[in-house]
């Protein structure tokens, strides 16, 4: 890691970084906090990610494997029936030519099959005998065919999703290795936001409060608890921070209070803290005052706290810029990587900032966008990233940071 933090002191502000520097400082600081992996069973791995690589632990399948319903067969038929073989059994041999018996999908292949018939290309002679041809393709699935004993499926830092662990509960696992999604609190800072009812007379709703938690399970972490509006005063900034640590969040997003208004005190209650910064102000429009510091954990380890900037769309900025990559980190999944999308129509430059321009799914960007506004992210699918000092025009790709949606909930 050759990118150097901001600065390693909350007290001595060092310049911004730029927004590509920001993410890769984000990355390393989650590695370097990642908790070590756990054995969790199976069904509870979900959103969790691999710790180590998925290997076979047999040949899968791990036996030969009918793969139709008929008759193993040995020799020239007709062939006389001498038993049956279901699936979940082991059958004998067929020791001579001349006989065979009767197969289920999924049962054991007996030794010495020479072939299985299937059902419907079967006959029943008089005498109870079976006759038919076997079809030119084997119909049983080979030792080894889809992998072999001790094969790599998957590499470490795998999301594990339902396809893995079916896949990993096919190779015999009972539980598996893993990094859990992290843990987090969201803190959320200003006298003036309302939990409940109409904005209006100088007071507005909490937007992010009920939002953050959203974003930060889209992006793999655990979200934990939610607390505040916290009191505009530094020391009930300092206490709620403390109270997240002691609740042994690895993650901690505070909203608000990254500037130096007269009631921001994030700077101070993280100097407070002993926290060292990692990040400290990113050269990107919106979300200029966006921060990383590390904390010391009380009972050890290290907490993250990403300063989210107070307007809401200057968060969202953060999240995707600063807390996804930590996440990624902290979960043992390499970096996010940028997509591309190719714009529709131009797109400005923010003079020497990157620019993170909201977009929706034909390239054009979203009105209703300033830093303070929702509503045009509501309709966008992500920032197409705008590099400093150079306008876009249509027909540009760009990368584009994709806002951490679901299937299905792409506008
Ligand atoms: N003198 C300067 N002032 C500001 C600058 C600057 O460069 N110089 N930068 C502006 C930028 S950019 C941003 S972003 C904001 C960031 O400020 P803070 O992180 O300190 O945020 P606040 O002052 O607490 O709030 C800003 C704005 O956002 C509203 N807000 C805050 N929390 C929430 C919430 N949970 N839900 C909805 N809205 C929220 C708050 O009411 C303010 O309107 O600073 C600029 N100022
Ligand atoms: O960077 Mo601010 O976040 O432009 O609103």
Do not use: K
Not at 54 to 68: I, M
Not at 290 to 317: D, E
Not at 385 to 404: K, Q, T, Y
């Amino acid at each position: 890691m050759t990118v150097q933090p901001s600065t390693a002191n909350p007290t001595g502000q060092t310049g911004p970084l730029p927004w590509e520097d920001a993410r890769a400082v984000a990355y390393a600081a989650g590695v370097d906090a990642a908790a070590p992996p756990v054995e969790v069973p199976l069904a509870d791995a979900d959103g969790a990610t691999l710790a180590y690589p998925l290997l076979t632990r047999t040949d899968l399948p791990a036996f030969p494997t009918s793969s139709v319903d008929g008759f193993a067969v040995r020799g020239p038929g007709p062939w006389r029936v001498i038993g049956r073989v279901l699936a979940g059994t082991l059958a004998r041999p067929l020791a001579e030519d001349g006989v065979c018996v009767e197969i289920a999908t999924g049962a054991a292949v007996p030794p010495d099959t020479t072939a299985i018939v299937r059902t419907e290309d079967s006959t029943r002679e008089q005498d109870g005998r079976v006759s038919g041809t076997p079809r030119s393709t084997p119909e049983w699935r080979e030792p080894g065919e889809e992998a072999r004993l001790g094969e790599e499926l998957l590499p470490a830092g795998t999301a594990v999703n339902p396809a893995v662990i079916g896949l990993a509960a096919s190779c015999g696992y009972d539980t598996l290795g893993v990094r859990a999604a992290p843990t987090t609190a969201v803190l959320v800072f200003g006298d003036e936001l309302l939990t409940s009812g109409l904005p209006g007379d100088g007071r507005v709703r909490d937007s992010l409060g009920p939002s953050v938690p959203a974003w930060l399970r889209r992006l793999g972490a655990a979200a934990g608890p939610v607390l505040g509006p916290v009191e505009d005063t530094l020391e009930a900034h300092v206490e709620a921070l403390n109270r997240a640590l002691a609740g042994g969040a690895e993650l901690i997003c505070t909203t608000g209070g990254t500037m130096s208004g007269p009631v921001d005190h994030l700077h101070p209650a993280l100097a407070q803290l002993g926290a060292a910064y990692l990040v400290n102000t990113v050269e990107v429009r919106p979300g200029f005052p966006m921060l990383l510091a590390s904390v010391p954990r009380p009972g050890g380890g290290t907490t993250l706290v990403a300063g989210l900037p107070g307007n809401p769309q200057s968060a969202v900025v953060a999240l995707v810029s600063l807390v996804a990559p930590a996440v990624a980190g902290l979960s043992g999944r390499p970096m996010p990587a940028l997509p591309t999308i190719r714009l529709s129509a131009p797109v400005g430059a923010r003079g020497g900032f990157t620019h993170l321009a909201l977009v929706d799914s034909d390239g054009v960007a979203v009105s209703h966008a300033a830093s303070s506004m929702l509503r045009g992210m509501a309709r966008a699918v992500g920032f197409a990233v705008i590099p400093p000092n150079s306008d876009a025009v249509a027909g540009d790709e760009v990368a584009l940071v994709p806002l951490p949606l679901l299937a299905g909930e792409r506008p």
